[in-house]
């Protein structure tokens, strides 16, 4: 059983379908009337997996998750609930009303349909299902419809008798916190109270908070200070410990100074080091138990080793590198402190660090991977997680790796079954472009129109994101892990249409582009480029990677000149069309110049006349004139295919009257991506579909080697500066001087940072070099003798800087010789001539 369409009526800010109501032919559902008018419900489809809800601030993306919680329970409902703005909003005597909400639940298991009928007994068994839709209005009213045929459903109620019967059917409802985070410390014994699953901690110094012992520790000095009776009394800070000690520590034991919403936030937190020491790491309560008797004995070894084969659990069961990419040699420890039980940082050097002097987002993050790893099933019932907006303490990096959590819930990792997830977000971060199919937008109305749903999310490239972000997704700067430069928004459709249909058809991850880690930059064409490189890496220190994709035409050509005139990019990083042209199948009349030009001419052809129906609402007699002769014609002396079309359609527009018959880029290359998928469908020109799909994949495996080339260059580029940084902090801190066995141990620490590198060449440049200063100056004996020559030393450890740099130089120009010595066109073989024969 699986959420499909969730339906909200007078909900907080959900009012009612607005849009729809003022539609002129709306098709009515059952559901939709209230007091026999129409008022629709705001419908929103939930995807099977993961739904990501986005919106504005204040925008209704909170109360959508509530929906899904007090609907599907009927629990909490309020009458505060009702949308204060609706017109049905009503103080009155007789006349208070509680929200509506529906749901939609499809892929029924056969258990599920028999589990249905033994609760709403009314449903024939000749009745066949594969889906139901229930309704909750007005708090108790529940009834089930039930599709009888396409457009027709019969309802079914579902009395209060049978109504908690059919409640325990449903799915269970779960939360990842996204407010608590993982503590510093907590009381052991709180830990241990919580597996023994006492409501709360009875009065006991072991339980008690830091502030609290030291608040206790205080009090008993001031009393065990307080003189005899025979002289005058002093004065407490505490006035009540004078009149009755025992009260006064009953009081400070008892009394939490934590307000209501700290308690909450407590209680959360002590959960979550619960759930990782006992769910994750599976520790035994009684071994904790037995750590906080051997604390309290001051049995020092036996402490270091219960503590040493908790932190091996923890090592072991977390597999946290796998999760947190920032970090890979992060690992969490616990250590006893007072009574206390300690959270902490290890680093690859065994330093350990607080929390506090980590970032805010590790904790974070943290706390939502051991929610995720504790969760546990609740038996047979489908499961759904929500999640609110979990981006508000996440680094935009620790929100690209949460989205690997949220696919772990839904693909059942480890044993589990599959979760569906839903989340709210504000953040670009955590929007996965690889499935734009599952973002939802919700946008709130003027007035009482209230909140509702954009459509079409992902077929308008994101337009409506710009409300919720204030900008196109993916068009942010500089922003990806890498970023790849097109000339104009046309070929970042293209480019993101297709890596979305390639992932959907399940080809391998080097065929397709992961939308998530490469950011594609729309230009305002070939000529912009070199300004935008400037932009981003002629300027500052840290140089992010960026990769072109252009066009083999003048401007394109042009462009890749300045470029390196002004050497602002390496040859390598810039790859045009004409550059991998052999690997293309394509029609042998066309150049293949531009990106549109390795589409296969029928689906060209299918587009355009898509274009023409649906946008200029052009006649049968001019889409039956749009022809691939017609097209192949114009291409004598138009070169690239969208020019052609361009042609014809400003021809026949002349010819035949018809003005509003027109085509521009944008709009041709998202009918393409629809007609790929419509004829993919209707299993159509199935030899023009294998070729776009070869055709995209050779070009992605392209632009894929071009990232990687990229990425290796900003990770050679950061050890660089690290190991320039290493060496002027030993010639500041050794300005005229230095021992052997300090410059041996600097070029030691320099050997570590090239350890990252691994077996490049640069670094294997760099290790050499190292190399060669140990053993010419004898840096490993004598340890204590100081440096002869120090002087040129110092000059030689610029050797170690630049021999990755020359390493690079040297790769750089045997690219350029090997590009130069290919011919710019080579003639199409047999296999690349497929169309218009």
Same mark, same amino acid.
């Given at each position: 059983?699986? &959420?499909?369409?969730?339906?909200?009526?007078?909900?907080?800010?959900?009012?009612? $379908?607005?849009?729809?109501?003022?539609?002129?032919?709306?098709?009515?559902?059952?559901?939709?009337?209230?007091?026999?008018?129409?008022?629709?419900?705001?419908?929103? &489809?939930?995807?099977?997996?993961?739904?990501?809800?986005?919106?504005?601030?204040?925008?209704?993306?909170?109360?959508?998750?509530?929906?899904?919680?007090?609907?599907?329970?009927?629990?909490?409902?309020?009458?505060?609930?009702?949308?204060?703005?609706?017109?049905?909003?009503?103080?009155?005597?007789?006349?208070?009303?509680?929200?509506?909400?529906?749901?939609?639940?499809?892929?029924?298991?056969?258990?599920?349909?028999?589990?249905?009928?033994?609760?709403?007994?009314?449903?024939?068994?000749?009745?066949?299902?594969?889906?139901?839709?229930?309704?909750?209005?007005?708090?108790?009213?529940?009834?089930?419809?039930?599709?009888?045929?396409?457009?027709?459903? =019969?309802?079914?109620?579902?009395?209060?008798?049978?109504?908690?019967?059919?409640?325990?059917?449903?799915?269970?409802?779960?939360?990842?916190?996204?407010?608590?985070?993982?503590?510093?410390?907590?009381?052991?014994?709180?830990?241990?109270?919580?597996?023994?699953?006492?409501?709360?901690?009875?009065?006991?110094?072991?339980?008690?908070?830091?502030?609290?012992?030291?608040?206790?520790?205080? &009090?008993?000095?001031?009393?065990?200070?307080?003189?005899?009776?025979?002289?005058?009394?002093?004065?407490?800070?505490?006035?009540?410990?004078?009149?009755?000690?025992?009260?006064?520590?009953?009081?400070?034991?008892?009394?939490?100074?934590?307000?209501?919403?700290?308690?909450?936030?407590?209680?959360?937190?002590?959960?979550?080091?619960?759930?990782?020491?006992?769910?994750?790491?599976?520790?035994?309560?009684?071994?904790?138990?037995?750590?906080?008797?051997?604390?309290?004995? @001051?049995?020092?070894?036996?402490?270091?080793?219960?503590?040493?084969?908790?932190?091996?659990?923890?090592? *072991?069961?977390?597999?946290?590198?796998?999760?947190?990419?920032?970090?890979?040699?992060?690992?969490?420890?616990?250590?006893?402190?007072?009574?206390?039980? !300690?959270?902490?940082?290890?680093?690859?050097?065994? =330093?350990?660090?607080?929390?506090?002097?980590?970032?805010?987002?590790?904790?974070?993050?943290?706390?939502?991977?051991?929610?995720?790893?504790?969760?546990?099933?609740?038996?047979?019932?489908?499961?759904?997680?929500?999640? $609110?907006?979990?981006?508000?303490?996440?680094?935009?990096?620790?929100?690209?790796?949460?989205?690997?959590?949220?696919?772990?819930?839904?693909?059942?990792?480890?044993?589990?079954?599959?979760?569906?997830?839903?989340?709210?977000?504000?953040?670009?971060?955590?929007?996965?472009?690889?499935?734009?199919?599952?973002?939802?937008?919700?946008?709130?109305?003027?007035?009482?129109?209230?909140?509702?749903?954009?459509?079409?999310?992902?077929?308008?490239?994101?337009?409506?994101? %710009?409300?919720?972000?204030?900008?196109?997704? @993916?068009?942010?700067?500089?922003?990806?892990?890498?970023? &790849?430069?097109?000339? @104009?928004?046309?070929?970042?459709?293209?480019?993101?249409?297709?890596?979305?249909?390639? %992932?959907?058809? @399940?080809?391998?991850?080097?065929?397709?582009?992961?939308?998530?880690?490469?950011?594609?930059?729309?230009?305002?064409?070939?000529?912009?480029?070199?300004?935008?490189?400037?932009?981003?890496?002629?300027?500052?220190?840290?140089?992010?990677?960026?990769?072109?994709?252009?066009?083999?035409?003048?401007?394109?050509?042009?462009? !890749?000149?300045?470029?390196?005139?002004?050497?602002?990019?390496?040859?390598?990083?810039?790859?045009?069309?004409?550059?991998?042209?052999?690997?293309?199948?394509?029609?042998?009349?066309?150049?293949?110049?531009?990106?549109?030009?390795?589409?296969?001419?029928?689906?060209?052809?299918?587009?355009?006349?898509?274009?023409? *129906? !649906?946008?200029?609402?052009?006649?049968?007699?001019?889409?039956?004139?749009?022809?691939?002769?017609?097209?192949?014609?114009?291409?004598?002396?138009?070169?690239?295919?969208?020019?052609?079309?361009?042609?014809?359609?400003?021809?026949?527009?002349?010819?035949?009257?018809?003005?509003?018959?027109?085509? *521009?880029?944008?709009?041709?290359?998202?009918?393409?991506?629809?007609?790929?998928?419509?004829?993919?469908?209707?299993?159509?020109?199935?030899?023009?579909?294998?070729?776009?799909?070869?055709?995209?994949?050779?070009?992605?495996?392209?632009?894929?080697?071009?990232?990687?080339?990229?990425?290796?260059?900003?990770?050679?580029?950061?050890?660089?500066?690290?190991?320039?940084?290493?060496?002027?902090?030993?010639?500041?801190?050794?300005?005229?001087?230095?021992?052997?066995?300090?410059?041996?141990?600097?070029?030691?620490?320099?050997?570590?940072?090239?350890?990252?590198?691994?077996?490049?060449?640069?670094?294997?440049?760099?290790?050499?070099?190292?190399?060669?200063?140990?053993?010419?100056? !004898?840096?490993?004996?004598?340890?204590?003798?100081?440096?002869?020559?120090?002087?040129?030393?110092?000059?030689?450890?610029?050797?170690?800087?630049?021999?990755?740099?020359? *390493?690079?130089?040297?790769?750089?120009?045997?690219?350029?010789? =090997?590009?130069?010595?290919?011919?710019?066109?080579?003639?199409?073989?047999?296999?690349?001539?497929?169309?218009?024969?």
């Amino acid at each position: 059983m699986r &959420l499909t369409k969730l339906f909200i009526r007078f909900y907080k800010s959900f009012n009612y $379908d607005y849009l729809r109501k003022i539609q002129p032919n709306p098709k009515p559902q059952p559901w939709d009337y209230m007091d026999e008018k129409f008022y629709p419900y705001v419908q929103i &489809l939930i995807d099977r997996e993961i739904t990501t809800i986005v919106g504005a601030n204040e925008s209704g993306k909170s109360h959508l998750l509530k929906a899904i919680e007090k609907g599907v329970s009927g629990q909490d409902i309020e009458f505060g609930d009702f949308c204060r703005y609706s017109q049905f909003r009503s103080g009155k005597q007789g006349e208070l009303k509680f929200p509506d909400f529906g749901y939609e639940w499809s892929d029924l298991t056969p258990e599920d349909k028999n589990n249905i009928r033994s609760a709403v007994p009314n449903i024939p068994t000749t009745t066949v299902f594969d889906r139901i839709l229930m309704f909750r209005r007005n708090k108790d009213d529940l009834k089930l419809y039930i599709p009888d045929g396409e457009s027709k459903f =019969t309802d079914y109620p579902v009395n209060s008798d049978n109504s908690a019967k059919f409640q325990d059917y449903l799915p269970h409802i779960f939360r990842i916190d996204s407010k608590v985070g993982l503590p510093e410390t907590v009381p052991l014994k709180k830990i241990i109270n919580f597996a023994k699953n006492l409501k709360s901690d009875p009065p006991n110094v072991e339980t008690l908070e830091r502030q609290q012992r030291t608040e206790l520790a205080k &009090l008993l000095n001031d009393i065990a200070a307080k003189p005899p009776s025979s002289t005058p009394r002093p004065q407490f800070d505490r006035p009540e410990a004078e009149e009755d000690p025992s009260r006064a520590i009953h009081d400070v034991m008892t009394k939490s100074r934590m307000s209501e919403e700290e308690a909450d936030q407590r209680k959360g937190e002590v959960k979550l080091a619960h759930d990782l020491i006992c769910k994750v790491a599976k520790i035994d309560p009684k071994f904790l138990e037995e750590l906080a008797k051997s604390s309290n004995r @001051g049995e020092v070894g036996n402490n270091e080793g219960i503590i040493t084969t908790i932190n091996k659990a923890l090592e *072991e069961s977390l597999n946290f590198p796998k999760w947190w990419v920032q970090d890979s040699d992060f690992k969490l420890v616990v250590s006893p402190s007072e009574y206390d039980l !300690k959270f902490a940082i290890l680093d690859k050097t065994g =330093t350990k660090y607080s929390f506090r002097e980590r970032s805010e987002g590790l904790k974070h993050f943290l706390s939502y991977y051991i929610q995720y790893r504790a969760y546990e099933s609740h038996g047979k019932n489908p499961e759904i997680v929500l999640m $609110d907006e979990p981006d508000a303490f996440l680094s935009s990096q620790a929100q690209q790796d949460l989205l690997k959590i949220f696919e772990a819930f839904s693909k059942g990792e480890n044993g589990r079954p599959p979760v569906q997830v839903i989340y709210v977000t504000h953040s670009p971060f955590l929007l996965d472009k690889n499935h734009p199919e599952r973002i939802r937008v919700v946008d709130k109305g003027v007035e009482d129109e209230g909140t509702r749903v954009v459509k079409d999310v992902d077929q308008n490239h994101y337009e409506p994101l %710009r409300s919720a972000f204030g900008a196109f997704v @993916g068009e942010t700067t500089f922003i990806g892990n890498c970023n &790849l430069m097109v000339e @104009g928004l046309a070929e970042q459709i293209l480019i993101t249409g297709a890596a979305t249909y390639l %992932r959907s058809r @399940g080809v391998s991850d080097g065929e397709t582009l992961d939308l998530n880690h490469i950011t594609i930059i729309p230009t305002e064409g070939a000529s912009h480029i070199p300004y935008l490189v400037y932009l981003a890496r002629g300027q500052g220190i840290d140089l992010p990677p960026v990769i072109l994709l252009m066009g083999s035409d003048q401007e394109g050509n042009k462009a !890749k000149q300045r470029l390196k005139e002004n050497e602002l990019l390496n040859e390598k990083f810039i790859l045009q069309i004409s550059d991998i042209r052999s690997g293309f199948t394509f029609d042998e009349r066309i150049q293949v110049i531009k990106l549109e030009d390795i589409i296969p001419l029928p689906i060209c052809v299918k587009a355009a006349q898509r274009y023409a *129906e !649906k946008i200029c609402s052009a006649s049968k007699n001019i889409l039956d004139l749009i022809t691939e002769v017609s097209i192949q014609a114009k291409l004598l002396e138009c070169k690239t295919v969208f020019k052609a079309i361009e042609q014809l359609f400003n021809d026949l527009s002349g010819l035949y009257s018809e003005p509003g018959l027109y085509i *521009e880029e944008v709009g041709f290359t998202r009918n393409v991506i629809d007609t790929i998928y419509e004829l993919e469908k209707q299993k159509k020109y199935t030899k023009e579909i294998k070729d776009f799909e070869q055709n995209f994949k050779h070009l992605f495996e392209q632009i894929n080697r071009y990232q990687s080339r990229a990425k290796k260059e900003l990770k050679e580029q950061k050890i660089s500066q690290k190991i320039d940084a290493c060496k002027k902090v030993f010639i500041m801190d050794k300005p005229s001087s230095a021992k052997r066995g300090e410059a041996k141990n600097l070029l030691y620490d320099m050997q570590d940072i090239l350890e990252e590198a691994k077996d490049s060449k640069e670094s294997n440049a760099a290790k050499e070099a190292i190399q060669k200063l140990l053993e010419g100056y !004898k840096l490993e004996s004598d340890p204590s003798k100081p440096i002869d020559d120090y002087e040129q030393f110092k000059e030689s450890l610029e050797q170690i800087k630049y021999a990755g740099r020359l *390493e690079s130089q040297k790769e750089d120009e045997d690219f350029t010789s =090997t590009q130069s010595s290919e011919p710019e066109h080579q003639p199409p073989s047999k296999s690349q001539k497929g169309f218009g024969k």
